[in-house]
T-cell receptor, first 115, second 110 residues
């Protein structure tokens, strides 16, 4: 596989629940990313971390809260989500951020359904 | 900002035929163009990439061409096989991040 793992692979939650998505990379990379993938839309970049510092936050609603405790782990904390937040959430990593010019390696994603 | 258009959205070919997917981008400063393949239930996987200092790159049955003047790049798959069936995404480096196209669903019929 790619060296990027994500758990859980599937998640169903109600709008009042709180849950967390976990990502771990075993590639020794310095940058990690969260993307949202919805049907018939391009991948949407949500957050970028470089050496555990957040360097990008693309106008994502506050009900999504990222956390990067170290360069190998990335979390996405979810609370009071809406049905339109149902999507595949992908984690990726790259050696460095480098203005988007580094190869990004993706995990398998978490399929989220909000009821 | 950068915008990436990808065509076609779906493509069906017979096994053994060639497949071509095309992308255009808007930011002339973009200089890195990767292609990803996403199979059902998996995340996107890099299959080939090209940087702006070259016009073409090949890796066995796949090739990518880049025309910086026209701001478009294409993925070519020759001798297609059923296992090539997947969704393919192009991307361009822009605004400091990768900007992705909407994807092309390729179906290879045996």
């Amino acid at each position: 596989e790619t060296g990027v793992t994500q758990t859980p692979r599937h998640l169903v939650m109600g709008m009042t629940n709180k849950k967390s998505l976990k990502c771990e990379q075993h590639l020794g990379h310095n940058a990690m990313y969260w993307y949202k993938q919805s049907a018939k839309k391009p991948l949407e970049l949500m957050f970028v971390y470089s050496l555990e510092e957040r360097v990008e936050n693309n106008s994502v609603p506050s009900r999504f809260s990222p956390e990067c405790p170290n360069s190998s782990h990335l979390f996405l904390h979810l609370h009071t989500l809406q049905p339109e937040d149902s999507a595949l959430y992908l984690c990726a990593s790259s050696q460095d951020v480098a203005g988007g010019q580094e190869t990004q390696y993706f995990g398998p994603g978490t399929r989220l359904l909000v009821l | 900002g950068e915008n990436v258009e990808q065509h076609p959205s779906t493509l069906s070919v017979q096994e053994g035929d060639s497949a071509v997917i095309k992308c255009t981008y808007s930011d002339s400063a973009s200089n890195y163009f990767p292609w990803y393949k996403q199979e059902l239930g998996k995340g996107p996987q890099l299959i080939i990439d090209i940087r702006s200092n070259v016009g073409e790159k090949k890796d066995q049955r796949i090739a990518v061409t880049l025309n910086k003047t026209a701001k478009h790049f294409s993925l070519h798959i020759t001798e297609t096989q059923p296992e090539d069936s997947a969704v393919y995404f192009c991307a361009a480096s822009g605004q400091g991040n990768l900007i992705f196209g909407k994807g092309t669903k390729l179906s290879v019929k045996p």
